[in-house]
Every structure is written in structure tokens, then in C-alpha cells.
């Protein structure tokens, strides 16, 4: 039986810039994707995920996405919630 933990992002930013990862513990983005923030305590460098891949960037690299956009988190949240609970439930 394979266990999946829960990934929660702090909140969601949009990229305005390409990013290219420099180092293994970077992750690279095109401008405009979306990207889940999974740690801030560096003022510089963010820990998030896009599309699978967890990964440092730079902060300034981005954007906080608007009450004014439809937010993509809750969505986000829901769907990582429902992939869960389906390989919890499932019989093994």
C-alpha cells in the first residue's frame, strides 16, 4: 500500500518572469504559471511546487495573485484532498 502525504501550500503566486533552476534544489517555471508556496521563512528564496516538481525560486521572480482572479488554490486543495481520500479508501 502506497501512503500519500498531504502537500499544503501557504498561498499561490503567478510568475512573471521565466525562471531556469540554477542548482538541484531550484525548480524552473515559465512566466505565467501558477506555483504553490509551500515555505516562506526565507525572505528570499520560497519553497513551492509546480506541475509536480517541489523546489526553491526566487521570490522576486513573482507575483501574489489577486482577490480580483479566480483563485486556482482552493481547486488545488480540493483535487490533492480527493486523489487522498481515493487511494485511502481504496481496498488493498
Same mark, same amino acid.
Given at each position: 500500500?502506497?501512503?500519500?502525504?498531504?502537500? !499544503? $501550500?501557504?498561498? #499561490?503566486? @503567478?510568475? %512573471?518572469? /521565466?525562471?531556469?533552476?540554477?542548482?538541484?534544489?531550484?525548480?524552473? !517555471? $515559465?512566466?505565467? #504559471?501558477? @506555483?504553490? %508556496?509551500? /515555505?516562506?521563512?526565507?525572505?528570499?528564496?520560497?519553497?513551492?511546487?509546480?506541475?509536480?516538481?517541489?523546489?526553491?525560486?526566487?521570490?522576486?521572480?513573482?507575483?501574489?495573485?489577486?482577490?480580483?482572479?479566480?483563485?486556482?488554490?482552493?481547486?488545488?486543495?480540493?483535487?490533492?484532498?480527493?486523489?487522498?481520500?481515493?487511494?485511502?479508501?481504496?481496498?488493498?
Amino acid at each position: 500500500m502506497t501512503l500519500f502525504l498531504p502537500v !499544503f $501550500s501557504v498561498c #499561490q503566486v @503567478i510568475a %512573471v518572469y /521565466d525562471y531556469t533552476a540554477a542548482n538541484q534544489d531550484e525548480m524552473s !517555471f $515559465s512566466k505565467g #504559471q501558477l @506555483i504553490n %508556496v509551500l /515555505d516562506k521563512s526565507n525572505p528570499d528564496w520560497w519553497r513551492g511546487e509546480v506541475n509536480g516538481v517541489t523546489g526553491l525560486f526566487p521570490f522576486n521572480y513573482v507575483q501574489m495573485t489577486t482577490d480580483n482572479e479566480p483563485s486556482q488554490k482552493c481547486l488545488w486543495v480540493k483535487r490533492r484532498k480527493s486523489f487522498l481520500l481515493q487511494k485511502i479508501s481504496r481496498p488493498v
